[in-house]
């Protein structure tokens, strides 16, 4: 039996070194693309087919004061994802310790993740007509090693564990954590039915780029929930018209009096 | 025991390999349901990284003599299985398409880079040193004594025309003996490239 795991990214330990990031592409075999100066020392704007991880900075003045905030960005890997709602082709699926993965032979590269994704997470490679996302190292973790970057964390700002042990210790470092940063709050609890990578943030997750409350979009839960149900029955109803259509113009006779009208006409020609 | 420089490497080589498998460094086999590992029946070799002078512990997983993944060791006390951004991209160096595996000869005036071989390197280097080396020869040096106003001619025995150039990215090991070189040699100067 498999327990849920769980990651907690402790953004009071990061030092924004960006080794989660290489080792992400080292063990997954991703490129290297061109970086960029986004903001501070920040060099990766947003997701990518090939980046899967990237750590944002964020300088906030507070009297005068600068707080340097550093978040590492992956997929949440929530436990009610809107991606897996989302997927046309069933290709993304929940395994029990707690990952959403996508099975790239059954990926159709529609998008339908990337435009529904609250933290929008996957990105389809235009290409390869497939979505790429964190995969949490699921290979590793599923052969008891931790996830590359977790492994590689210098600071110890990352941390692997089984969900319940490692919640109890995320508490007791939030408790520590506030008696400097009285902002500082837990991240991914309750969001999206609570993730497998859970944030302590020094700060509202709205400094960090975060939704304060990310949700299912309403669009997502009104077309698989309501008018897809409905209009299956709809279309079950359609097609039930039809046939109740067709033979009560057999009953009615209609098919035999049009029948019976042309060869009246034929019979008026001969004549 | 008379070893060359190659058959040194050599043995070097088969040493660090009957370690490893002394070691039990084997990779255990995957046990997952479907997932199976890249790193699968790989070896695993212990190195350093030459990155600072931190000397991170590194796990080199080759697999069919090929480098196909890298990372910290976890049994080296200096990281404990972590790795840095540089040391954890160091498997992109190894493969570098810019990397020169051979040494290269550019004649004067000329405008490409040829492959030689090491041989021939190396004796181009040994003679250019023996040249420079005798040309630039200083035995004594005169001096004025502060004090007295005297001139004096001490020994020196030192050569001014060559500079020995040390680098971060080589070991302790290899330091020794570069500082070792440029004492035999005769040149007071040995820098190190981070202070240029």
Redesign the interface.
């Known amino acids: 039996m498999t327990t849920r795991k769980m990651v907690l990214i402790d953004t009071s330990k990061c030092t924004g070194?960006?080794?989660c990031?290489?080792?992400c592409k080292?063990?997954n075999?991703l490129p290297?693309e061109k970086t960029q100066l986004v903001m501070s020392y920040q060099s990766q704007k947003d997701f990518t087919p090939k980046t899967w991880t990237y750590v944002t900075f964020t300088e906030k003045y507070e009297n005068n004061k600068m707080n340097w905030l550093m978040r590492k960005a992956q997929c949440f890997h929530c436990a009610d994802p809107a991606c897996v709602k989302a997927c046309s082709s069933n290709a993304i699926s929940k395994t029990e310790s707690g990952y959403s993965v996508i099975d790239q032979n059954k990926c159709i590269g529609c998008g339908y993740c990337e435009a529904n994704c609250p933290f929008g997470v996957p990105k389809v490679d235009q290409v390869k007509k497939k979505s790429f996302k964190c995969e949490g190292c699921?290979?590793?973790v599923?052969?008891n090693?931790k996830p590359?970057c977790v492994?590689?964390?210098?600071p110890g700002a990352l941390e692997f564990g089984e969900r319940e042990a490692l919640l109890t210790k995320a508490k007791k470092r939030l408790a520590e954590v506030q008696k400097t940063h009285p902002k500082a709050m837990l991240y991914g609890l309750n969001e999206m039915g609570g993730t497998t990578y859970i944030y302590l943030l020094l700060d509202r997750p709205e400094v960090y780029g975060l939704p304060a409350n990310p949700q299912i979009p309403a669009s997502l839960f009104l077309w698989k929930d309501v008018i897809r149900p409905v209009g299956s029955v709809a279309f079950g109803g359609a097609a039930a018209a039809v046939v109740v259509g067709v033979l009560a113009n057999v009953m009615r006779g209609a098919y035999r009096s049009k029948e019976e009208g042309e060869t009246g006409h034929r019979k008026g020609g001969e004549s | 025991m008379d070893v060359s420089r190659r058959g040194f490497l050599k043995l070097s080589g088969i040493s660090i390999a009957a370690l490893a498998t002394g070691l039990g460094f084997d990779p255990k086999v995957a046990e997952a349901k479907g997932y199976s590992l890249r790193i699968e029946g790989s070896k695993k070799i212990p190195s350093i990284c030459h990155f600072c002078s931190g000397g991170c512990g590194m796990l080199l997983h080759v697999k069919d003599g090929k480098l196909i993944h890298l990372e910290g060791d976890p049994d080296n006390p200096v990281n404990e299985g972590t790795l840095c951004p540089k040391a954890a991209s160091l498997s992109s160096v190894a493969y570098a398409p810019h990397r020169p595996t051979k040494p290269k000869y550019r004649t004067p005036g000329a405008k490409d880079w040829v492959d030689i071989s090491w041989d021939e390197a190396l004796d181009r280097i040994a003679k250019k040193m023996k040249e420079v080396r005798d040309t630039t020869w200083k035995a004594t040096e005169q001096v004025t004594d502060s004090k007295t106003g005297q001139t004096q001619n001490l020994t020196v025995n030192r050569t001014e025309g060559m500079v020995f150039l040390g680098s971060a990215e080589i070991d302790n090991e290899e330091c020794y003996i570069l500082k070792k070189l440029s004492q035999v040699v005769g040149s007071p100067y040995h820098e190190h490239q981070a202070r240029i």
């Open positions: 070194c960006k080794a990031s290489v080792a080292e063990w075999q290297a699921i290979d590793r599923e052969n090693l590359a492994k590689t964390c210098q």
